[in-house]
């Protein structure tokens, strides 16, 4: 059990990683976009699964008083106390991860949200400026046509 919630944690420090990854990469996206296309930065918050890691804590402190004492182990057979701990601590645990995973899952939304309005934003203004352009030569055009007759 204790190989159970070392691998738990890890998957939650793994995924503190690939959140930064994913900071560093937006960061640099942001500024790009900032420097070439005139858009605004944006600071992006940093992801930390800590409190989840907190609970998960919590969680392995509840198994270890409940079930990992001589007296559980002596008192219950095995299949007993397994099906005691999935009813309870997995059960919890899983609702854990789907909770990390919908904090993870806004975060991505909120890291890029800006990101897309601002481009929207620019694509709107550029289609205004080509729809701009296209009446100035419409214009050019019939000026021509009325000098030419």
Do not use: C
């Not at 070392?6 to 939650?12: A, G, N, T």
């Not at 995973?101 to 800006?114: A, K, Q």
């Amino acid at each position: 059990m204790d190989v159970f919630f070392v691998e738990i944690k890890d998957r939650l420090i793994k995924s503190d990683h690939q959140a930064n990854e994913i900071k560093k990469m937006m960061d640099a996206m942001y500024a790009k976009f900032a420097k070439e296309h005139g858009l605004r930065e944006f600071d992006i918050p940093q992801y930390t699964s800590l409190r989840h890691q907190k609970e998960l804590a919590k969680l392995e402190r509840a198994y270890k008083e409940r079930f990992n004492t001589l007296l559980n182990m002596l008192s219950n057979e095995k299949a007993t106390l397994t099906s005691k701990f999935f009813a309870t601590l997995a059960s919890r645990v899983i609702t854990l991860f789907e909770t990390a995973n919908h904090d993870v899952e806004g975060w991505l939304r909120s890291v890029i949200s800006p990101m897309q309005s601002q481009i929207k934003e620019h694509q709107m203004l550029l289609r205004r400026r080509l729809d701009s352009i296209k009446r100035i030569y419409k214009s050019t055009d019939s000026l021509d046509e009325r000098i030419g007759s």
